[in-house]
């Protein structure tokens, strides 16, 4: 690939025009200073750069300028890229081509690191890389200004260099400095968790810039006032949803400058996985426009399914059965508590479930909480004990002072973080629903009390998705945490920083559908779709937005009874690419195309025909589809049996 500072500027308008422009472009707003006209009510601009532009290709008469800024509402920072309209050097591209890399409000909540390239020749620029791990395309700052816009950044939000790259910048980093083990490169801040809902507001552009494209970002920046709210509707849900979805294009050129942040080889003995073109699609924040639906695509034609996918789910994939009620539950049991047959009851908890008013009890042993060969008073002494266990831990940060926590930095901002993503957390149900709810006062407790107990892994976004449900459930603080940590025992490898859980889950799923669907599988290679990142959310929290609450903890309870395979949700995911592979394929679907289309999925997956359909997989991948997942990947049952009853020094203080 060709570097943009081997062109030769002699010829390159945009760069005589940004020496014209100079310095000057850089406009810092004072922080006691009202924001212009131009601007929504409480949004102040803070930072401004002119001539900050993007190289779609190679060529120089397709760069597209723009203007830049950094945007404070409230305590919150967001940045926009508009591109200029009518630029005689963008002749080859159209309007809609600039409209689609445009940046509309990126709330830095959202981002993961910005990475800084100063070459010895031609211009610095910046890649921003969203805590999804995806990135947008290289800003070139043609007048210089890289910066201060890495201080106005810092005045704003948490931002730390990396100490393994001086030339990445953490963004709201909160993991421990001195953990090695950590890879500070690649932080898996998980799925975004959106705000609240709120007021748009449109944040217009200076009329001193006469070739700029006045654009309109509403519903870009959002208000926290946290008070307005419709009755029944997820605004969080629906807008992380969005958020994935909105992909812009990006060219070859941009992708193959990104990828060289996101390669690396694996060293669990299975070789390489290629990840090209990961992490390299930006994302508009914008809501959906009619302006950007694309014809209904021309059906190709789509190879067979090699294992006649519908006959396989009627000859392996059982029916599902009524979930496991009251009365069946106690054959299960001998007179003091014990589950007899421990393989039987997980059995049949995943061929259908279990009811919901006595979940507590049975999700408590799926997740180790309780053994099963444990009886009913061992469970309540084991309770009493691991309450005031709890309680010690709790009081650790309960006990931090004003004072302290001045000089606390890691607890303060993992505080505010916490704090910030409860109130976002499946709000539209009942059960958290409403100002003052003292079951989001709960999650933000638990979540703080984890962050001390595994103060290494401390939070990550996302982790408040899994909690949840755990929470809805046991309806008690001391046992959701300890339900929560076996949780995170198995999925605490999703959230390291190296994201070596994430990779090794994705490794052994590409590995599973050439096994299981070679035609599909060499369609995903064709297509630059080899690092399945478009399954990063299904398998980051377990489908959790994908379905409905209820089915979701459905899901969650099969998975957990480990009955087929410790990896069975690496072949449901296999299961709902081969329900669309006719679609993927016929419609030509590119990586951008497919991401989209996955994530419109969520709501429309039958659970109960995916999960028979993964069964038949798994069934028929036998020792085969066991040897294509690397030792180790998660969710692998914890190796030290005696988690529950000892606890190594907490060395956090």
Request: aromatic residues 12%; contains cysteine; proline residues 5%.
């Amino acid at each position: 690939m060709q570097e943009a500072e081997l062109h030769d500027l002699s010829d390159d308008a945009d760069y005589a025009a940004s020496q014209q422009q100079g310095s000057a472009s850089i406009m810092r707003c004072d922080s006691g200073k009202k924001s212009s006209s131009s601007e929504p009510e409480g949004a102040q601009v803070v930072y401004l750069k002119d001539n900050v532009t993007i190289h779609p290709t190679q060529f120089a008469s397709e760069r597209i300028s723009g203007r830049l800024k950094l945007i404070k509402q409230g305590s919150s920072l967001f940045m926009t890229w508009i591109p200029y309209k009518g630029q005689s050097t963008n002749a080859r591209l159209s309007e809609k081509d600039r409209n689609l890399y445009t940046i509309r409000a990126v709330p830095f909540a959202d981002v993961r690191s910005i990475r800084r390239h100063t070459p010895a020749l031609g211009w610095q620029y910046i890649i921003v890389v969203l805590s999804f791990g995806l990135a947008f395309p290289p800003l070139y700052f043609y007048n210089g200004g890289v910066r201060e816009f890495l201080a106005t950044v810092k005045q704003h939000v948490l931002l730390v260099r990396s100490a393994e790259d001086a030339n990445v910048f953490l963004v709201n980093d909160f993991q421990n400095p001195l953990q090695r083990t950590l890879s500070s490169l690649e932080l898996p801040r998980a799925v975004s968790i959106a705000s609240v809902p709120s007021t748009p507001v449109s944040v217009g552009e200076s009329s001193s810039q006469q070739n700029e494209e006045r654009t309109d970002v509403s519903a870009s920046i959002p208000q926290y006032n946290g008070t307005q709210r419709q009755k029944g509707h997820d605004p969080a849900r629906d807008i992380s949803i969005q958020v994935l979805e909105k992909f812009s294009l990006v060219t070859k050129f941009a992708r193959e400058t990104t990828s060289q942040l996101f390669r690396e080889t694996h060293s669990n003995g299975f070789g390489p996985l290629e990840r090209r073109n990961s992490n390299q699609s930006a994302l508009d924040y914008s809501h959906k426009s009619s302006e950007y639906k694309e014809d209904v695509p021309v059906q190709s034609p789509v190879d067979p399914d090699p294992l006649e996918f519908d006959k396989l789910s009627l000859v392996w994939g059982k029916p599902r059965q009524p979930p496991l009620g009251l009365e069946e539950w106690a054959t299960f049991l001998d007179s003091e508590g014990r589950v007899v047959d421990p393989k039987a009851l997980r059995k049949r908890i995943f061929y259908g479930g279990v009811e919901h008013k006595f979940r507590k009890e049975v999700w408590a042993i799926l997740l180790g909480y309780h053994s099963y060969e444990s009886t009913y008073a061992e469970r309540e002494y084991q309770k009493s004990i691991k309450k005031t266990e709890y309680e010690t831990i709790k009081n650790q940060w309960q006990s931090i002072s004003p004072g302290q926590a001045k000089r606390f930095t890691k607890f303060r901002e993992r505080k505010g973080l916490i704090e910030k993503d409860v109130v976002r957390t499946d709000r539209s149900l009942s059960f958290y629903d409403g100002d003052d709810n003292p079951n989001v006062n709960l999650l933000r407790d638990i979540l703080l009390t984890y962050s001390f107990y595994n103060f290494d892994l401390g939070y990550c976004q996302g982790m408040s998705d899994l909690l949840s449900p755990i929470l809805f459930v046991m309806e008690d603080e001391s046992e959701s945490f300890w339900c929560f940590v076996a949780l995170m025992e198995r999925l605490g490898p999703n959230f390291n920083r190296d994201q070596n859980g994430m990779h090794s889950q994705l490794f052994a799923l590409s590995k599973l559908v050439e096994l299981l669907d070679r035609p599909l599988h060499k369609y995903f290679e064709q297509n630059d779709c080899l690092n399945y990142f478009f399954c990063f959310r299904w398998i980051l929290i377990q489908f959790k937005r994908e379905l409905e609450y209820e089915q979701t903890m459905r899901l969650w309870e099969v998975l957990w009874t480990h009955y087929l395979s410790e990896h069975l949700h690496l072949y449901v995911c296999v299961a709902i690419l081969k329900r669309y592979r006719g679609k993927i394929m016929g419609e030509q679907m590119d990586f951008d195309t497919l991401l989209k289309f996955i994530n419109e999925l969520s709501g429309q997956i039958e659970l109960d025909a995916i999960l028979r359909d993964a069964e038949a997989l798994c069934i028929c991948a036998g020792e085969n589809g066991a040897a294509c997942i690397p030792p180790g990947t998660p969710p692998s049952l914890p190796v030290d049996n005696g988690l529950f009853y000892s606890q190594q020094d907490d060395e956090v203080l």
